[in-house]
């Protein structure tokens, strides 16, 4: 079959692409911006590429258009396809048809810690000579690839909130119809789709839906939110972990740069797994993925021997170069939770050493919204200095990050931001950078301003 991807060049859009080139379709597929590193990971897959959505491209006469989330009505090349009656399908359900219908499907969902729970899990499962298929909307340094077919029965995804398509505004998740789903947390996001939590919760309500009888849900044990997901029914299999659940870190040792910590099942050690990742974050993940592991066939004891190879997660505190002393590390975080997990796991990594300076691009939906400007400063509090982006959001920084004081700076022009940055930087600090996007590749940039600065010696 030749399947034609609208928007094949997002992370999800791109994995599907992956995936069906491996099932054995001709695929080819078009976006607005067509770029590295996804186009050469397409490429290289013999997948060819246009820029643009001209509705020329209908000569190309797919069997099938698979159209991404980020097309929308006046797209001219969907229009063409809907007055041309061509047939089309949602990445999502073209997913759960062809790939995910006779797999055992282990969904992670929640607002926080998809991508590394879903690259966690693929790991273990992998180092269990399962051979699972797996689409992850990061980049597992463990895997050369964030999506693959497979060749075992399990497959691994990254389950998302965020809806469909422009046709069908459900969750993505809804599609998958997983025998194992882990909820990791939930808060509100998404305030371009989503009113409020509630119609979030709704959302996860029906992703519960639809877990068989023999599935199981994992979740933390002190989540409201999820309290009230499940109060709405559950039909399956339900484990907990943290504080108060069935799935417990004991007798941990936090180091810098590493969790050592005794797994537990109602109370019975089953083995101490050594992460290479500090945080109370990472060792829920952890408890997450041991416990639907284990559900999949898994031994704890296998998982937990896995979870100490685990190598992480590209742009979870991912070190992008040092200068003088200096380090540029590179973060996902966008959301005021994780922009504040993100700098107490720094904190706890530098050991008390040297100052930690903040650098925000608000460049999520929810973030250009300014929904969660109040949790701003508060999020950022612990950092020594915070600089932040302010270009194409129509709400004031400045006054969000005030509370601050004059540890925060606000500035619209990129290159007088890093150049701002690197003046204030010393011997010991790390600038960490938190953005859901490329900011303009401000690290590379930050690292040639630190390296200039260094030949030039003091001034």
């Not at 540890?407 to 930087?425: F, G, T, Y």
Request: proline content about 5%.
């Amino acid at each position: 079959m030749h399947i034609h991807i609208l928007g094949i060049c997002g992370t999800f859009m791109g994995g599907i692409a992956a995936i069906a080139r491996q099932a054995g379709h001709r695929v080819t597929g078009c976006d607005a911006n067509v770029y590295p590193p996804m186009s050469d990971q397409l490429r290289a897959l013999g997948i060819e590429l246009i820029e643009g959505y001209e509705a020329g491209q209908l000569a190309l006469r797919p069997d099938l258009w698979v159209v991404g989330n980020v097309v929308t009505r006046g797209n001219p090349l969907m229009e063409a396809i809907l007055e041309r009656r061509e047939r089309y399908i949602s990445g999502p359900q073209w997913l759960a048809e062809q790939v995910l219908a006779e797999r055992w499907v282990l969904a992670l969902a929640g607002t926080h810690g998809k991508t590394t729970c879903a690259s966690m899990l693929a790991w273990v499962l992998d180092r269990a000579g399962l051979a699972p298929g797996f689409l992850i909307g990061g980049v597992p340094i463990g895997f050369p690839v964030s999506a693959r077919l497979g060749e075992g029965e399990h497959f691994v995804i990254e389950a998302d909130e965020y809806d469909t398509a422009f046709f069908d505004k459900r969750s993505k998740f809804v599609h998958y119809r997983p025998r194992t789903a882990v909820l990791n947390n939930l808060e509100y996001d998404h305030a371009d789709i989503f009113p409020d939590l509630a119609a979030i919760e709704t959302q996860f309500h029906h992703l519960v839906r639809t877990v068989p009888r023999n599935g199981l849900i994992v979740r933390p044990a002190d989540s409201e939110a999820l309290d009230r997901v499940i109060a709405r029914g559950l039909w399956s299999a339900l484990e907990t972990t943290g504080p108060g659940g069935q799935w417990q870190a004991r007798d941990l040792v936090e180091r810098p740069d590493a969790s050592e910590f005794e797994v537990c099942f109602e109370g019975r050690g089953l083995g101490r797994v050594r992460l290479a990742a500090a945080g109370e974050h990472n060792r829920a993940n952890a408890l997450a993925v041991v416990a639907a592991a284990r559900h999949a066939g898994v031994e704890p004891s296998v998982a937990i021997e896995a979870l100490s190879s685990f190598p992480g997660v590209r742009r979870r505190l991912e070190t992008r170069g040092e200068v003088g002393g200096i380090g540029v590390i590179d973060d996902f975080a966008h959301h005021p939770t994780a922009i504040a997990t993100t700098i107490a796991g720094l904190r706890a990594r530098m050991g008390g050493e040297g100052r930690i300076l903040a650098v925000l691009e608000p460049r999520s939906n929810t973030m250009k919204l300014g929904v969660m400007r109040s949790a701003l400063a508060g999020s950022l509090a612990d950092a020594d200095l915070v600089f932040c982006y302010a270009g194409g959001i129509d709400w004031s920084p400045a006054e969000a990050l005030a509370p601050l004081g004059a540890r925060a700076s606000v500035h619209e022009d990129i290159d007088a931001m890093v150049a701002a940055i690197a003046r204030a930087a010393r011997a010991g600090d790390r600038i960490l950078v938190m953005s859901n996007g490329g900011f303009q590749g401000i690290h590379d940039r930050l690292l040639d301003t630190l390296r200039a600065h260094a030949a030039a010696g003091p001034s």
